[in-house]
């Protein structure tokens, strides 16, 4: 197996941090994993529960990842994470996954963000004034390269509980239409809190600057980057 691969089979006990609707834990699921979904959103929670009852073996548990309190320690096989690791609170994540996992057991975190290559669409410098506005402007510092994203494994091997951190970054191009593309900015938590004005102007110039393209697609560079560690140690703390 892929060293950047976390070792799990069917059967296994999974736990999900910040699980969401279940997006990243219904193919699991479908393989046959045990799983945990801890969510802190008591909505996300719920439509979670519904988009998995067809899977006995997964259960989500409405609290805060820091502070939950499972009936059991070390029961955990695999600690994972999409997209929703930054969220967590530096000072106390690597403990509390280590606390949970088995001796031996894995972490393993992703995340996905756009960025930007050279000759890229240019779609996205065009429609910047329009973010602008809305005070939600992407600073040129902060446009992501293609193949350098953050590599976070000194932070994981500094807390001392883990070892052989594995990292790979994967990158690649997406072609949207109107439509598509708007479905996907309202899962954005910035997005979502835009004044309902402010959305509504972005998404109407969306709408007509891709109806001016022959083809009246986007193309958006996506980077992910995938963290894999194994536990280093093997006696347990509450």
């Given at each position: 197996?892929?060293?950047?691969?976390?070792e799990?089979?069917?059967?296994?006990?999974l736990?999900?941090?910040?699980?969401?609707?279940?997006?990243a834990?219904?193919?699991?699921?479908?393989?046959g994993?045990?799983?945990?979904?801890?969510?802190?959103?008591?909505?996300?929670?719920k439509?979670a529960?519904?988009?998995?009852?067809?899977?006995?073996?997964v259960?989500?548990?409405n609290?805060?990842?820091?502070?939950?309190?499972p009936?059991?320690?070390?029961?955990?096989?695999l600690?994972?994470a999409a997209?929703?690791?930054?969220w967590?609170?530096?000072a106390?994540r690597y403990q509390?996954?280590?606390?949970?996992?088995r001796?031996g057991?894995?972490?393993?975190f992703?995340?996905?963000?756009?960025?930007f290559?050279e000759?890229?669409?240019?779609?996205?410098?065009?429609?910047?004034?329009?973010?602008?506005?809305?005070?939600?402007?992407?600073?040129?510092?902060?446009?992501?390269?293609?193949?350098?994203?953050?590599?976070d494994?000194s932070?994981?091997?500094?807390s001392?509980?883990?070892?052989?951190?594995?990292?790979?970054?994967?990158d690649?191009?997406?072609d949207y239409?109107?439509?598509?593309?708007?479905?996907?900015?309202?899962?954005?938590?910035g997005h979502?809190?835009?004044?309902?004005?402010q959305r509504?102007r972005?998404?109407?110039?969306i709408?007509t600057?891709?109806a001016?393209?022959?083809?009246?697609?986007?193309?958006?560079?996506?980077?992910?980057?995938?963290?894999?560690?194994?536990s280093?140690?093997?006696?347990?703390?509450?």
């Open positions: 197996m892929c060293p950047s691969t976390a799990v089979r069917s059967g296994d006990r736990l999900e941090v910040g699980c969401a609707t279940g997006k834990t219904l193919p699991l699921a479908r393989r994993f045990r799983i945990t979904g801890v969510e802190t959103g008591p909505q996300l929670a439509v529960r519904r988009n998995l009852a067809a899977y006995p073996d259960e989500i548990v609290a805060a990842f820091e502070t939950w309190k009936s059991l320690l070390g029961m955990f096989d600690v994972f997209t929703a690791w930054h967590i609170d530096p106390v509390r996954a280590w606390v949970l996992l001796p057991g894995e972490l393993a992703w995340s996905a963000a756009h960025v290559a000759g890229d669409d240019p779609f996205f410098e065009e429609i910047q004034e329009v973010y602008e506005e809305a005070g939600e402007g992407l600073p040129p510092a902060r446009r992501a390269r293609p193949g350098a994203l953050p590599d494994r932070e994981i091997e500094e001392g509980l883990f070892r052989d951190v594995a990292f790979r970054q994967f690649w191009e997406v239409d109107a439509q598509e593309y708007l479905r996907l900015l309202d899962t954005f938590s979502i809190a835009m004044q309902p004005c509504d972005l998404h109407s110039e709408r600057r891709l001016q393209r022959p083809d009246g697609l986007l193309r958006r560079g996506w980077g992910a980057v995938l963290h894999v560690a194994p280093g140690l093997t006696c347990r703390r509450s």
